[in-house]
């Protein structure tokens, strides 16, 4: 993966209606130019530096609830999904006995409106030992199926399991992917170069979940972004409901942070030069 830029660096330089726009990546003792002029001018709608989003895998029950707490608070979500899966409505039992039950094609045509829908392979294979026809036969028929039941195009890739391979990111490029989430946390707020190649910034069951989350509201660093994964099952089987609330009203309040899907952050840093 390639490494991020130093702790504080130009992103990129643009005039913009006669002002010179610059955009920067650094802590909080480094965010004034020479001069004095502040830097608070980010790639993100209303010119914002953060940006919080959610990448949720399965196409499980509980997110329904889930979309109806994204939508309480104005937050957004990507959902990636298994379109096999779902067709033959899927399930299996969790550590706790807790039946788990895969959302069914007609249940989810309206669900996710306003959010995102992501490719998470058509059967949730492990593709360590797949050969390039399977990798490319799992990541394209399930965009196909995918963009004929919602009727929209299928712009990202969730790999299933913790395994990513170089193959694996060639193919979600053949594929017509425009980026790639992968399963490794780096619990970092720094946006990958390589859309491709995005790492977790979390997982939702982390201990220090509130305070990874804490520390993204309090940063300085421009572009930061907030990434949350994990699986809607998880918040009934944790009872995790009422904290992952207090976090979503929390995230809300915040002035500075943009609320978007995976989709938006990348086409946000396209254009600002970030992501190539």
């Known amino acids: 993966m390639r490494a991020g830029p130093p702790a504080f ?15 920067y990546n650094g802590d909080s003792q480094s965010q004034k130019l020479q001069g004095g002029i502040p830097v608070n001018i980010g790639p993100f709608p209303g010119g914002k530096t953060k940006a ?13 609830r889930f979309v109806e707490l994204l939508n309480r608070y104005g937050l957004k979500g990507t959902f990636n999904l298994n379109s096999e899966l779902m067709q033959q409505q899927f399930q299996w039992t969790h550590e706790s006995g807790m039946v788990v039950k895969r959302l069914p094609p007609e249940a989810v045509l309206h ?14 294979p492990y593709l360590d030992t797949a050969g390039e026809g399977e990798i490319l036969w799992q990541m394209g028929q399930d965009k196909a199926n995918l963009e004929q039941l919602f ?18 990111a060639d ?3 053949r594929c017509g992917f425009a980026y790639a ?8 707020y720094l946006p990958p170069h390589d859309p491709y190649y995005w790492t977790a910034g979390i997982f939702h069951l982390e201990a220090d979940l509130e305070d990874f989350v804490e520390g993204f509201l309090e940063t300085d660093a421009c572009p930061a972004v907030c990434q949350i994964v994990g699986h809607t099952y998880d918040l009934d089987a944790e009872n995790l409901w009422d904290k992952m609330e207090d976090l979503f009203r929390r995230v809300s309040q915040a002035p500075d942070v943009a609320f978007l899907t995976h989709i938006d952050i990348v086409r ?7 992501m190539h």
């Open 268 to 274: 946000c840093l396209q254009a600002a030069g970030w």
């Open 181 to 188: 989430r992968i399963s490794e946390v780096s619990y970092s």
């Open 151 to 168: 009727g929209r195009e299928i712009a990202g890739f969730a790999a299933p399991f913790d395994f990513y391979s170089p193959l694996m």
């Open 171 to 173: 193919c979600a490029r």
């Open 111 to 124: 669900l996710y409106d306003g959010h995102e829908v992501a490719s998470h392979t058509l059967t949730h």
């Open 52 to 64: 919080f989003t959610l990448s949720y895998d399965d196409g499980v029950l509980q997110d329904v």
């Open 9 to 23: 660096c130009v992103l990129r330089k643009m005039g913009i209606a006669g002002q010179e726009r610059l955009w």
